[in-house]
């Protein structure tokens, strides 16, 4: 059975922390991918990489940075958290094989509160 | 304009009717289709994906109109368990990253 985890379910944090969201799927996906859903807003995509060492921004990079060291592991990161960053928080991983790359799956997200 | 376009709903509709949700899709390059379904409080999981000749899935039929840049989902005799947020999903190009619409909301009452 597919799995992807996150190293959190809750988190809270105050305003200027250093935030680490860590990734882990057990898929051997190439791809993994890092979005925030909001009310009214829906899925946006953050960051997203195609293989180790490799990062590509998404929609809405700013404020964030990734870091992929291993290929089961994709970790986001708040350089200095803000309350405007409270959100939910979901990685996903892909195959790369093209009949495959649209199915991505879910870790169960991260609801991240910034006081 | 949003690059896919979905009603936000709520749809509340009774248990055994039928109801169709719709999607536009702003970019004519965009290459493949998909539905993910959302749970409340759960995470996006893949539905179906969306052929030009329609597809159909038990209850689920899913249409692709490339002219019109328009893609659909139909359910049949919905139950309970099917209350959920449909995502409309679009791939501008194979292996790239996915574009999420806003989903629709539907409830299904007893």
Known sequence: DVKVTQSSRYLVKR?????????????????M???????????????????????????IPEGYSVSREKKERFSLILESASTNQTSMYLCASSSRRPREAHEQYFGPGTRLTVT | RKEVEQDPGPFNVPEGATVAFNCTYSNSASQSFFWYRQDCR?????????YSSGNEDGRFTAQLNRA?????????????????????????????????????????SS
């Open chain 1, 15 to 31: 305003t200027g922390e250093k935030v680490f969201l860590e990734c882990v799927q057990d898929m051997d996906h190439e791809n």
């Open chain 1, 33 to 59: 991918f890092w979005y925030r859903q909001d009310p009214g807003l829906g899925l946006r995509l953050i960051y997203f990489s195609y293989d180790v060492k490799m990062k590509e921004k998404g929609d």
């Open chain 2, 42 to 50: 759960k995470e996006p999981k893949l539905l179906m994906s969306v």
């Open chain 2, 68 to 108: 019109s840049q328009y893609i659909s989902l139909l359910i049949r005799d919905s139950k309970l368990s099917d209350s959920a947020t449909y995502l409309c999903v679009v791939n501008r190009q194979a292996g790239t990253a996915l574009i999420f619409g806003k989903g629709t909301t539907l409830s299904v």
